[in-house]
Nanobody, 121 residues
């Protein structure tokens, strides 16, 4: 079984910063792409940022220049540094990872339970 546990969410004023962390644990052979998604009330879940095992990154246009995704392969961890936060960044943020359970298996997506980020104006 694989678990993804997020931390670092909270309440912050507009213009402030937060750093989200996500650590994967369990029967993991390797992890491919990792990413952060978010879902605001009444809206669909959307990709915020993703990073491949090789370190290539991509970002939603709305967060480019403000958010930075990084990962620590040895710790099976992914991070999201969020600066210059805006009220529209308010959402539940979910960690996602493509996990390979054995050398011969495919990669399967796993999700964390989500962490709330609230940005006040």
């Amino acid at each position: 079984q694989v678990q993804l546990v997020e931390s670092g969410g909270g309440l912050v004023q507009a213009g402030g910063s937060l750093r989200l962390s996500c650590v994967a644990s369990g029967s993991i052979f390797s992890i491919g792409r990792m990413g952060w998604y978010r879902q605001a009330p009444g809206k669909q879940r959307e990709l915020v940022a993703a990073i491949t095992s090789g370190g290539s990154t991509n970002y939603a246009d709305s967060v480019k220049g403000r958010f930075t995704i990084s990962r620590d392969t040895a710790k099976n961890a992914v991070y999201l540094q969020m600066n210059s936060l805006k009220p529209e960044d308010t959402a539940v943020y979910y960690c996602n990872a493509a996990v390979q359970l054995s050398y011969t298996s495919s990669y399967y997506p796993y999700w964390g339970q989500g962490t709330q980020v609230t940005v006040s104006s």
